[in-house]
Nanobody
């Protein structure tokens, strides 16, 4: 079982920056792929960025070059640095952890943190 707690959301003007954090419980955090998703009002949840246990990253086109994901396995924490924020980045941001072990899939979600970008 993994528990995820996000923090760092808030209100920022367009062009500004925020850093989200996701603290995870559990001893095997380092084995999980960590993901940030977001969901804007009236829209489906979308994958923003992933980082594998090996450190490989994959960004959505809409955030590439502006957002940076990183992880600190010693602190069981994943971060999302968001720069040059746009009003369309406004959403609830969710941390997600997933891994596959044999036939078993493990998938956990945080409660979400609101990011609001004003124009």
């Amino acid at each position: 079982q993994v528990q995820l707690v996000e923090s760092g959301g808030g209100l920022v003007q367009a062009g500004g920056s925020l850093r989200l954090s996701c603290a995870a419980s559990g001893r095997i955090f380092s084995t999980y792929t960590m993901n940030w998703y977001r969901q804007a009002p009236g829209k489906q949840r979308e994958l923003v960025v992933s980082i594998t246990n090996g450190g490989s990253t994959n960004y959505a086109d809409s955030v590439r070059g502006r957002f940076t994901i990183s992880r600190d396995n010693a602190k069981n924490t994943v971060y999302l640095q968001m720069n040059k924020l746009k009003p369309e980045d406004t959403a609830v941001y969710y941390c997600n952890a997933d891994r596959v072990e044999g036939r078993t899939k493990y998938n956990y979600w945080g409660q979400g943190t609101q990011v609001t970008v004003s124009s």
